[in-house]
């Protein structure tokens, strides 16, 4: 069995096909997939899907660092709080995807200032603590300011705080702050063709890995270009059995169980 911890089935992409994409993850073992949010109206859709695909669709409800909903007028204290009771339905497993980012913004989006940033981000932390559920990191290139946020709250909450820096970008020297904190590394597509990448998961333990697709980005090869789906998780946890030299049922084992006691699903 293979899980895929973060998956964007709420996006457009999926309106048409969203029974068979399911059914051709299932047929390659990928039997629970965790549906991401980036905004509210994203959020709401997960849920939907997760209650429409029962044990097999969880949702995760989130506010982005960067603003995918332009269209969104009201103001982030009211977005927490509609958030806020999103997050209490039982097909909620995590809080995210949620962080930081001074990346250039995609088209269509646009970045928020990083003052509004901090205050979604410890609001979240915060939700996350009192739903006693896993934060679901979003950390573009401010891993430094992310990780010190983190910290923070992991030891004020005595070790509580729990969660995944989703598509870990960082480097080597970053895995062990990571494991301080006893959060989890989630590896995307990008681990077969980023060179670097597959140079720090070396250093990773396994007991600390779980595996996202991010779809319908970071379509792993050989289907780079195409719209990424949770079966290519296979893809992935077959890349990674070859660059930790273990087996493919070893990695699988590990990584999901990773997943169940990360979201208890």
């Known amino acids: 069995m ?3 911890t973060h998956a964007h089935l709420n996006f457009s992409d999926y309106e ?3 029974n068979e994409v399911i059914k051709k ?4 073992e990928v039997s629970k997939i965790i549906c991401a949010s980036s905004n509210l109206d994203d959020c709401v859709k997960a849920i ?4 429409k695909y029962p044990d097999v669709v969880y949702a995760a409800v989130g506010i982005h660092p960067q603003q995918t909903d332009p269209e969104n007028n009201d103001s982030l204290v009211k977005q927490i709080e509609k958030l806020n009771k999103l997050a209490v339905n039982k097909e909620v497993v995590a809080i995210g995807e949620c962080g930081l980012d001074s990346s250039e913004a995609p088209p269509l989006e646009k970045n928020r200032s990083l003052k509004d940033q901090f205050f979604l981000f410890e609001k979240q932390i915060e939700l996350a603590l009192r739903l006693e559920k896993p934060i679901i990191i979003h950390s573009r290139k401010t891993f430094n300011e992310t990780f010190n946020l983190l910290q923070k709250y992991f030891l004020s909450s005595k070790g509580k705080l ?3 820096f989703h598509c870990y970008s960082a480097g080597k020297s970053e895995v062990k702050k990571v494991e301080a904190i006893n959060f989890y590394f989630g ?3 990008n681990l077969t063709y980023d060179l670097g990448l597959q140079n720090i998961v070396k250093i990773m333990p396994l007991e600390k890995i779980i595996l996202e697709t991010d779809c319908p980005f970071l379509t792993p090869v050989p289907y780079r270009g195409l719209r990424n789906e949770p079966q290519n998780v296979k893809i992935i946890a077959k890349f990674l059995a070859r660059a930790k030299e273990v087996t493919l049922k070893e990695v699988a084992q590990v990584t999901t169980q990773n997943a169940q006691n990360l979201f208890k699903i």
């Open 162 to 164: 729990k969660g995944v």
């Open 16 to 18: 048409k096909d969203l």
């Open 2 to 4: 293979l899980i895929d």
């Open 25 to 28: 993850s299932l047929n390659q």
């Open 187 to 189: 590896l995307n597509g």
């Open 48 to 51: 939907a899907i997760a209650k």
